[in-house]
Every structure is written in structure tokens, then in C-alpha cells.
């Protein structure tokens, strides 16, 4: 009776303080965790250590960054007989891996016939699906209104860029082959380079140029003016030669936003054309011409069977069905 | 006459159980060398893969996840396997499952090791897997995706090991004489000092009971939230609310049609004749017509609402799986997960159990390359006008050895389990046999048959 007692006792006390310290673990532990979480997504405030962003003082002005891209000048530089400047001075100076177009020119098909072309950066959507999905928080917004990626952080499962609805997430399936002076290069999220192996990589509007009051590197790289960064906040927006009222230039226009009944809100506005301010007919039939990388791609890897060394990284690529880059010369 | 039966069945049972535990034979070594092998090569695959990174899988950009998610996801659905059969069956009652149980639980097991595996293997950074509990957002389908399988993994093994408790004290005492010191001072640990008193029945049964009850939510929300990590994107062909319930009702097919197989090998090579049954594959193959029903309708429902609308990306989309490229594989998967096996299970003409493992077979295949046809080709449509049309995904070998060595280890962990646990629960099936004496002797026949 005595034993049966105290092994009741032992039983109740046991049953007691699990119950009580699961309690307080259910109202404690998850719900201010869950606001804080919350809150980071938001404002991005949770990467202070790595995120220069967060570094702003609460009274500093906040910006919210926007680009418009006119394409009546977009003439995919087809008429200067090399690959699209925009592309290529992003390329240049991000170092980027090759085949990867952070700011990519597409063509596209007018409605009675002819083409068009559309650079496409990334579109810095509000309601960002690559925000939404990604389970660390590696990607998320800054204050001035830009996604960003910490390459410290990104666990590299490509959620991302299976929500992204406009193909703009690049991943680093190797290590980069890179010039010697991308080494020197200091990292931040705001200018990703060098690129890290194992992690997703994208455009960032050249934060780190906006922050110094520069345009991007694809705007001033542009040879037609067609690309024009503006602020949301001041209704501003400049191509580097003109000065527009953003609100009025985008009203104006007839600006349209890539696919926006899927409710991302780009932060990247499309004025319709075909580059005739460029002076090119809609049934041009020049093509556009490939971005060059003068580092080439990714190292050497042993080729996509185990056996011969001799599959450099180039025909790697191509054979295991590289999409990027290459179809578009065709 | 009966009452002799009775205890000779008990003994035959104990023997039947604990007689592989004993003698491993040359072929049982060199099974698990044969595996041993293929995990093998798979590792050296995988530290190419880590050496080089993802570039030497057959992934790039735009089709940026490939053989890992989708075997990913056929692992996951090969797991309510143990939900379905041990759970859902033991809470209706249904007594012929009970020799069934601990395979099930055991190819529930197995699979989640091998899920969580093949998840990791795909990330491009494993070195920061542990950033998914130190930074992890439960707002991303991903964070509950991994919630999902550890909390599942976890519920599987305590429900494989909770039964197990009273076969371990058996095993304590049987094996004194032919176990090894060390064996018998593990079983005895396991067996937690059970004596069979009615106060531990009462726990142990009581324990079982809410297990019961949490594992069928836990493995279908399991497999919910896979389908999450898929359909709360915008891509064509995910961006669908059915995709979770299609997911669940295709996990318990493949899960039931994978029991078939698995149950057919143990009885050939562990000597279950007597207790696995022609009329235990038949039972089975009853929820695997049902299942397979339900998976045609979900499927039917899903392709049927988005093929009617057939917006500009779903159009290319289904070009691609009915008369495109993948359309091999989409049509290899109508006829090995459906018209093949429902006539194999319905029109009941020949031997019934190697008909109906080779259904499940065929199943399990099918459902495959339904992995494969679900992730593969949404990936494959273009979303901006790149102005070409297709971009082929095919594996690499690393891939390859890799999604080879999760099968192997699925296979290893199953051919393991059979010499060191009993491979069925022999002590319930015991006292289900008493009890059904006790009903026979009472005139009760007809209650628990």
C-alpha cells in the first residue's frame, strides 16, 4: 500500500510539471517567437549583424527603390551589333557565374506579328514568393524596399526559385570560376560577390550603388536611356539623362506590371513598345547576341559521367541540359 | 483437439519469429554486402556531389529541382503505409492486420530516414542544415515539411517500438541459451522490465491507443504539407488546393500496394506461410482497388479542372505531358498505376500472390514516375517568354547512385530489422489466437473472423 502510494505520488508530481512546463512552453516559447519572426520578414530587421540596411537610424529617410523600363527605346541593342548592354555591364561588374543574367533580355511576340524586346531584371515584388517560402529567412526585403539574399545563410534548397514566377533566381550549382579581382570584391547582401557555391543569387537593383546615390550598373549601362531607376517615396525616377515625376511618367504611359494577377506587386513597371524611339521596326529581324562571361562558367568538374576527366565545364553544362545563355543565340 | 492446435500454433509462432534471429545463412551475408555495395558507391557519389556541388546533378536553373524531390516524395508517400495499415486498421478492428503491423511500421520507418535523406541530399548547403532550427520561419512550407517528418519519424518509431515491448521480454527469456551475452543484455534493456502484469498491459495498451489516434493525423498532415512545399508556389499544374488531398490519397495507395511487396518477401524468406495468408494479400489488395479508385478520381478531378480552362502555361503544360516530351512517362504511369494493377487485382485468375506483388510492384512504379511527372515538367514550362519550348531534365549518376542508395538503404534497414526484431507481433498474435479459441469454445465464432 505504501509503495503502491508513493509510486502515485511520483507518478502526479512527474505528470504535474510536464503538464505545467508544457503549458508554459506552448504560451511561452513559439508566440513572441512567431512575432518576431513576422516582424523580420517585414522589415528585415533580424539580419543587424550582416544587413548594412538595418544599420539606418529610425529617423533616417527610407527609400523605396522601383525601376521602369521603357521599352519604345528597348532595341535589345541589336542595332550596336553586340549583346545587350545591360546585360553586359551587370555581368561585368557583379562577376557574375556564367549563364547566369541577372538582367536578362527576353523576345517577345507582338500581338499582329514582330517582336519585341524586354529586359527583364529582378522585379522586387512587395508580396515576394521567394520571401514567402524561404524557411530560414535568408531572402527578404530591406528597408528601401529591395529583396535581398544573405549568402551566409541560404541552406541552398531552391524553394525560391520554384516560387518565383518570373525565372529571375539563379543558383550557384558550383564553385564559380571568377577573375582574380572579384576576390577583392567586399560582400554584402546589397553586392553579392564574389558568388558563394551551394546558394541562390539574383539581381538586387545595385543596392550598393543606390546607397551612394549611383544608378545601377544595367542603367547607366544602357546605351537607348531604356531603363529608369526611381523612388517610389520622392515619385521620382531617372535614366540618367532625364528627370521624371514617376507617378505621372507611369500614368501617362500605359506602364503595366509582368503578371500582375498573380499579385507579387513588381516593384518593375513595363512601358509598352517594340524600341521604335530607337528607331527599330517591329519586324526586325535581327536577334539579339549572347552576353559574354570572360571567365567562363563553373570549375572543372569530371564531367557528368564517372568515368573521363575530359568533359570540361562548358560541354558539362551543355550535355547535362543548360538552358541558359545558350538558346538564345539560336 | 482444438485446444492442442492451440498451443502448438503459440509454439509454432515463437519458433517461426525468433528462429531467424539466430543463424544468419552465406546468402543473408552476401545480400547485405550486395547492399553494403550500392551504399557504397551512392556515398562516393555523394562526396563528388559535395566536393563539386550540385553541378553534378543533371539540375540547372530552370528546372532546378529533379530525381532528389521526387523520390523525395515517394519515400514520404511509401510511409502512410504504416498510418494506413497499423493505425486506421487497428482502430476499426480489422484482426486479420495484426501479422501485418510491424512490417508496415517497419516500411514506415524506413521510408522517413530514407525522405529525410533525399532532402538533404538536395540542399546545395548541407553544411547549414541546422540553420533550419536556429533561423527557420515557420511561415515557409519547407520549415513545416521538416516539422512534419520528424515529428512523424519520431511517432513511427515510439509506435513500432511501443508493440514491441512485450516480444523483447519473450525474446529476454527465450534467447538465454543461443543469444549472446551482449544481445540479451540489449533486449532486456528494450524490454523495460516487462513482466506482463495487467497494470503494464493496461499502460502499454492504453499508450498504444493514443498513439493510435495521433499517428493518422500526423502522417497525413505529413504528407499535406509535401504537397505544400509544391503547391504554394505559382507554377502550373501546382497551384492547385487538390494537390494536397491527391497527394495524401496517392501516398496511401502506393503506401498499401508497397505493403503488398514488402509483405510477399517477408513471407518467402522468413517462413510466414502459415501466418501471412493468401486472404491477408486479398484483404490488402481490397484497400488497394479502393485506393486506386479514389487516386483515378483525384487525378481525374485535378487534370480535368485545369485542362478545361487551359490557361496559356497549363496548355504548355499539358502539351508537354499528354503529346510532349514527358508524355512517355505520363502514359507509362496511367498504365502501370492503374489499368495494369486493377486488372490484376480485380479479374482474380491465377496465383493470388505473386499476381498481387507484382501489382504492387507495378504500383510503385507508376506512382514513381508520378513524382516524377508531377515535379519534372512544371519546371520544365517556361514562364517568360524565352522563346524555346522544352528543357530536358535527365539525372546525372550522381543523382542516380544516390536515389539507388536510398532504395538500398530502404532494403538494408528491412533485411536488418528481420534478424534482430520479430517481424511480426507474435505475443499479440498469440493472444488473439487464445482469445478467438475462447470465442470458438463459447459458440462466439463469427465475432472476430
Known amino acids: ?330 | 483437439m482444438r485446444v492442442a492446435k492451440a498451443e502448438n500454433y503459440a509454439q509454432r509462432i515463437e519458433q517461426t519469429s525468433l528462429a531467424p534471429m539466430k543463424k544468419p545463412s552465406t546468402a543473408y551475408y552476401a545480400f547485405v554486402l550486395f547492399l553494403l555495395a550500392i551504399i557504397g558507391w551512392g556515398l562516393y557519389a555523394y562526396i563528388t556531389q559535395l566536393k563539386f556541388g550540385l553541378l553534378m546533378t543533371g539540375m540547372r536553373d530552370y528546372v532546378s529541382w529533379g530525381f532528389y524531390i521526387f523520390s523525395f516524395i515517394f519515400w514520404v508517400g511509401a510511409s502512410l503505409c504504416g498510418a494506413l495499415v497499423s493505425a486506421i486498421l487497428r482502430l476499426t478492428h480489422a484482426h486479420w492486420r495484426t501479422p501485418l503491423t510491424r512490417i508496415a511500421e517497419l516500411v514506415t520507418v524506413a521510408s522517413l530516414i530514407n525522405a529525410g535523406l533525399m532532402i538533404s541530399v538536395d540542399v546545395g548547403r548541407p553544411d547549414r542544415l541546422l540553420f533550419l532550427f536556429a533561423y527557420g520561419r515557420f511561415q515557409s512550407p519547407l520549415v513545416w515539411d521538416v516539422i512534419g517528418l520528424l515529428t512523424y519519424l519520431l511517432g513511427s518509431f515510439v509506435y513500432l517500438y511501443l508493440p514491441l515491448i512485450p516480444d523483447f521480454a519473450l525474446m529476454r527469456d527465450r534467447l538465454k541459451g543461443p543469444a549472446t551475452a551482449l544481445k540479451l543484455k540489449i533486449y532486456t534493456l528494450l524490454a523495460v522490465g516487462w513482466r506482463g502484469t495487467p497494470e503494464q498491459r493496461q499502460r502499454l495498451d492504453k499508450a498504444i491507443s493514443v498513439l493510435t489516434v495521433m499517428i493518422i493525423p500526423i502522417g497525413i498532415s505529413m504528407h499535406t504539407v509535401t504537397a505544400f512545399t509544391l503547391s504554394m508556389t505559382l507554377r502550373p499544374g501546382w497551384d492547385t488546393a487538390i494537390l494536397a488531398p491527391n497527394f495524401v490519397i496517392g501516398a496511401l495507395f502506393s503506401g498499401a500496394t508497397l505493403l503488398l511487396v514488402v509483405m510477399g518477401v517477408y513471407r518467402k524468406f522468413c517462413h510466414l506461410e502459415e501466418y501471412i495468408t493468401p486472404k491477408h494479400f486479398r484483404y490488402v489488395s481490397y484497400l488497394g482497388i479502393v485506393l486506386l479508385f479514389s487516386y483515378l478520381y483525384f487525378v481525374v478531378v485535378e487534370y480535368l479542372t485545369i485542362m478545361f480552362k487551359l490557361r496559356l502555361e497549363e496548355k504548355e503544360l499539358f502539351t508537354l505531358l499528354l503529346i510532349g516530351p514527358a508524355a512517355p512517362w505520363f502514359w507509362t504511369f496511367v498504365a502501370t498505376a492503374f489499368v495494369l494493377p486493377a486488372i490484376l487485382m480485380l479479374y482474380q485468375r491465377g496465383p493470388t500472390i505473386p499476381r498481387l506483388m507484382l501489382a504492387g510492384v507495378l504500383v510503385n512504379i507508376g506512382m514513381f514516375i508520378k513524382r516524377f511527372v508531377i515535379v519534372v515538367p512544371s519546371l520544365e514550362v517556361p514562364l517568360m517568354p524565352t522563346g524555346f519550348h522544352f528543357f530536358t531534365y535527365s539525372p546525372s549518376w550522381v543523382e542516380i547512385s544516390i536515389v539507388t542508395m536510398g532504395f538500398a538503404i530502404f532494403a538494408l534497414i528491412l533485411t536488418l530489422a528481420a534478424k534482430v526484431l520479430p517481424i511480426m507481433p507474435f505475443v499479440e498474435m498469440i493472444e488473439e489466437n487464445e482469445l478467438a479459441e475462447h470465442h470458438q469454445t463459447k459458440g462466439d465464432v463469427g465475432k472476430e473472423r
Not at chain 1, 505528470?15 to 523580420?40: I, T
Not at chain 1, 514568393?129 to 530591406?142: E, K, L, Q, R, S
Not at chain 1, 544602357?222 to 514617376?246: F, H, Q, S
Open chain 1, 1 to 330: 500500500m505504501n509503495n503502491k502510494k508513493k509510486d502515485l505520488t511520483r507518478r502526479e508530481f512527474i505528470k504535474k510539471s510536464l503538464g505545467w512546463a508544457g503549458l508554459a512552453g506552448v504560451l511561452y516559447l513559439p508566440v513572441p517567437q512567431l512575432l518576431k519572426l513576422s516582424d523580420n520578414t517585414i522589415t528585415g530587421s533580424g539580419q543587424t549583424s550582416k544587413n548594412p540596411a538595418a544599420e539606418s537610424q529610425p529617423g533616417e529617410k527610407v527609400r523605396d527603390w522601383c525601376m521602369v523600363i521603357d521599352l519604345r527605346k528597348c532595341d535589345g541593342c541589336v542595332s550596336f551589333d553586340s549583346p545587350p548592354q545591360c546585360t553586359q555591364t551587370c555581368i561585368n561588374a557583379h562577376f557574375t557565374p556564367g549563364g547566369q543574367q541577372w538582367i536578362e533580355v527576353y523576345e517577345a511576340e507582338l500581338p499582329g506579328g514582330g517582336s519585341y524586346f524586354m529586359p527583364s531584371p529582378c522585379n522586387q515584388c512587395e508580396n515576394a514568393p521567394c520571401v514567402n517560402v524561404c524557411p530560414v529567412g535568408a531572402t527578404y526585403h530591406d528597408e528601401d524596399g529591395l529583396v535581398l539574399i544573405d549568402h551566409s545563410r541560404c541552406i541552398g534548397c531552391r524553394m525560391c526559385m520554384a516560387a518565383c514566377p518570373y525565372h529571375r533566381r539563379f543558383f550557384n550549382w558550383g564553385t564559380p570560376k571568377l577573375p582574380p579581382e572579384a576576390a577583392l570584391a567586399e560582400y554584402s547582401p546589397l553586392y553579392p560577390v564574389p558568388a558563394v557555391k551551394g546558394t541562390v543569387i539574383k539581381c538586387m537593383f545595385c543596392g550598393h550603388l543606390l546607397r551612394d546615390g549611383k544608378l545601377p550598373f544595367c542603367v547607366r549601362g544602357c546605351p537607348t536611356k531604356t531603363l529608369y531607376m526611381g523612388d517610389l517615396n520622392e515619385d521620382i525616377a531617372t535614366n540618367g539623362r532625364e528627370v521624371v515625376v514617376l507617378s505621372r511618367f507611369l500614368r501617362e504611359n500605359n506602364a503595366y506590371q509582368l503578371k500582375a494577377e498573380l499579385g507579387t506587386q513588381p516593384r518593375t513597371w513595363y512601358i509598352p513598345g517594340h524600341g521604335q524611339e530607337s528607331g527599330r521596326k517591329s519586324d526586325d529581324k535581327r536577334k539579339l547576341m549572347k552576353p559574354v562571361w570572360g571567365w567562363g562558367g563553373y570549375d572543372d568538374h569530371p564531367g557528368i559521367w564517372p568515368w573521363g576527366e575530359s568533359n570540361n565545364s562548358a560541354s558539362g553544362n551543355s550535355t547535362a541540359g543548360h538552358p541558359t545563355g545558350e538558346a538564345h543565340s539560336k
